[in-house]
């Protein structure tokens, strides 16, 4: 199956085997490079400035195991130099072709820069008629290409059979054209086309393939040694037989002719005879073929104009007519008849200047006196270039603009002007066979790429889908409400998150900074689930925090279990004592009582069965009452805690938080501030919204309209970062503004509201308890805030909340409260600073990158 042939270069001659490379052509298909000569995978004579001894190296590439990914299933080439395998790549489902060379070119310095220049000049040619490049890299048996998988023969296999039938032949020829003007645009040139580098699809669409000896125009990186000789003898111009560096884009369009040469008469073009090929075609044919390379085609487009043109067989209407002569049957009529006497064909035209009526053979207006060939000569040159415009513009999927140029030919109705009259119908046809093809490709290309995002693959489709032609990235394609525009966009946020996140764990892991890191490993296992040791570090990390998390709970619940016995040990001794029972021990905390009525209070009681308790002790219905308020009190409160957070039009999440009494400030111990922090009792009377993160900067600009000390360079930016620089006037503003637009009323936290929401029923130095050793896994502060001279606020809610569902209350910003006071820590403060009753009075206009606020939101 000889598809995808290239010319990696096949057995080497030597000894008495050995050719006159100036007797190799397309019938034995040798190779030349240097001194040796070898078959190419496409039976065709390649020659290379490279020798497979030159130096041997290692590329730095990463070694790449293709049969995790790619199923092989046969051989499609092969030759003394590498290999071309068919192969299934199974995570996308599809036919691809692998290209490898082998062996010491595989170690060769030229061999695989060359290699990788056919990579990375087809990678930036998308287009139907070029064969794409999925990937390329290195595996442990030398680099490989991933290509298009081509199933449909090559071009030299149709040729061998015999020639072309001539509309077939310049169909053939004019979607060749438009492939290498997609190149040559790109400043890429081609340097070795030939029938064997054309690979067929089944529905007959060439494709331009093997780029290996392609020069960058622009830049050849030292890939051309002067005076070497590359390329196919039968298919190379004469400049590029002198040396490489003499060829530029108009060497590829002699290849180009010499392959139609050989479309036409199945014949080498090793000796080109013109007589041979239909004589309409002869000039055109003979033109594109000059030896100088100036006296040819300037362009691609320009040279397929003119084959379709000469293909058409029209009359040549700007021939010099005698006088009387129809310029269509060439029958003699009167001097100033109108209609010729023989066919009926129109023998006046306008004059291109005033537009009054003259005879066709006269060479001036008889009125206002114009030579009429100069002005035509002009008219038809403006043609010319609005056809070139419109063929430009097709090369770069800009179709709308292209039908705009091509329409300027269509309105063109003077006789001497139609030239490319039949162009432009053939033009607009194309034009739509082309547009479908490239909207089709590009639909399956989006669809490749959406494949690639589920499979969390963002880098392989991303390069491919920026290539695109603008007008068709800015295009939803066939099927699909996407662009290729739109669609990058995504993967490229994708995959610099993914960039970013690896950075922070890494840096992290480094500093052995582990306190919340889980919610970066898991979001970026949600991005890249394939990793291994990212999902080793999760397995430690989640262990790590089942190990505190039950911790935790212990804690809580022997805090709970003294709580309880403590309540109940009150209640009943009470309702002993009432009873004129005796207290005579205790065992465990747990008051055993005498009296037979006490004991069946007691599991009244401790069933919450007010009602049967009150009825065996009547005497104690204070205290029962009391008892069973405290309970309502405790169910209500857990109740509203167990709602879940609300949100506001700007995406805030606002934490119902249920009045209560609490214990404000600390006791007097080693954490104390003295009077400013003396504990006493508070009651918030009134339950209230609070917001359960600090106030982000994309929260300060959807409301504010404007991101918030943007010139300042310090200022780490991002929607998920926590607003600071913003002093206590900033703040009410902000609340002012976010009531007008949300219809309810916000405003900041007095003080008491803030540590009773920070606390969070706890009695402890943090809410999480009086463990230093934990803080890190709830607060940004200075020792995990990063290094000195790179620490800022961090993004909101990735810390642990506490038990009121609130994050960051321990670290961060400081944040202000109504009564001009800062609560919280900061990610510049020490520990001591990030308690429960931490605070510092500060003037309204303070302002720094620590301070930011949350907001609270009244009840209607």
Known sequence: MPDHEDSLGGETFS????????????????????DTAAHSLGDQSTFGDANINDELFDDGMKLEDLSERYSEEGVLGKGGMGEVILATDTRLNRKVAIKRILGKAARSKTAVQRFLTEAQSIAALNHTNIVQIYDYGRATDGPFLIMECVQGGSLLEKCKAGPIEIDEAVNIFGQLCDGLAKAHAAGIIHRDIKPANVLMTEDGIPKLTDFGLAKDDTADAGMTIEGSVIGTLDFMPPEQRQGAEFTDHRSDLWSL????????????????????????????????????????????????GEILNAHSGKMDTTRILAEGECPQCAVPNPAHGKFCVECG??????????????????????????????????????????RDQAERLLVDFEFEAAIEKAEVVAS?????????????????????????????????????????????????????????????????????????????????TKQSRLQELEGIVRDRITKRDIAGLLAFVDEFLKLKPGRPEVQELKAQLEKREAHLDAR??????????????????????????????????????VVIKINNNAKVAETAIANLDWETALAFDPSNADGLRMQADAEKVAAEQAEILARPPINNTIGMKLKLIPAGTFMMGSPEDEWSRGDDEHQHEVMISKS???????????????????????????????????????DW?????????LTAKEGKIYRLPTEAEWEYACRAGTTTIWSFGDGEYELGDYAWYDENAGDIGEEYPHQVGLKKSNAFGLYDMHGNVREWCQDFVLRDGSWFGHSYSTRSASSAEAPADNWGNVLGFRVVRELD
């Open 15 to 34: 000894g008495e085997e050995q050719q006159d490379p100036t007797e190799q052509s397309l019938g034995d298909g040798a190779t030349m490079g240097g």
């Open 257 to 304: 002719a010499a392959t139609f040469y050989q479309m036409l008469t199945g014949k080498s073009p090793k000796v080109i005879n013109i007589s041979s090929i239909p004589p309409k075609l002869q000039f055109v044919v003979a033109k594109s073929l000059e030896e100088s390379k100036e006296e040819r085609f300037q362009s691609a487009m320009e040279m397929r």
């Open 345 to 386: 064909a129109g023998l006046q035209m306008q004059c291109l200047k005033c537009q009054m009526k003259i005879q066709k053979w006269n060479k001036a207006c008889g009125e206002c006196g114009s030579l009429q060939d100069p002005l035509a000569e002009k008219a038809l040159a403006d043609l010319k270039n609005a």
């Open 412 to 492: 063109e109705t003077d006789s001497r002007l139609q030239q490319y009259a039949e162009w432009r119908g053939e033009f607009i046809e194309r034009l739509e066979q082309i547009r479908q093809a490239e909207y089709s490709r590009l639909a399956g290309q989006l669809k490749e790429a959406i494949a690639h995002e589920i499979a969390n693959d963002f880098e392989t489709d991303l390069q491919s889908l920026r290539q695109n032609a603008p007008a068709a990235r800015q295009t939803p394609a066939s099927g699909l409400s996407d662009t290729a525009d739109a669609q990058s966009e995504r993967l490229a």
């Open 552 to 589: 935790n709970k212990l804690i809580l619940e022997e805090a709970k279990d003294k709580a309880s016995a403590s309540i109940r040990k009150k209640v009943l001794v009470t309702m002993v004592i009432a009873a004129g029972g005796v207290v005579v021990g205790l065992i465990t905390g």
């Open 688 to 726: 209230f919204y609070m917001q359960t993160t600090e106030v982000t900067q994309g929260q300060w600009k959807a409301v504010m309209g404007t991101g918030i000390a943007e010139w300042l360079e310090d200022l780490k930016e991002g929607p998920n970062y926590a607003a600071s620089y913003v």
């Open 729 to 737: 006037g900033d703040a009410v503003a902000y609340c002012k503004k």
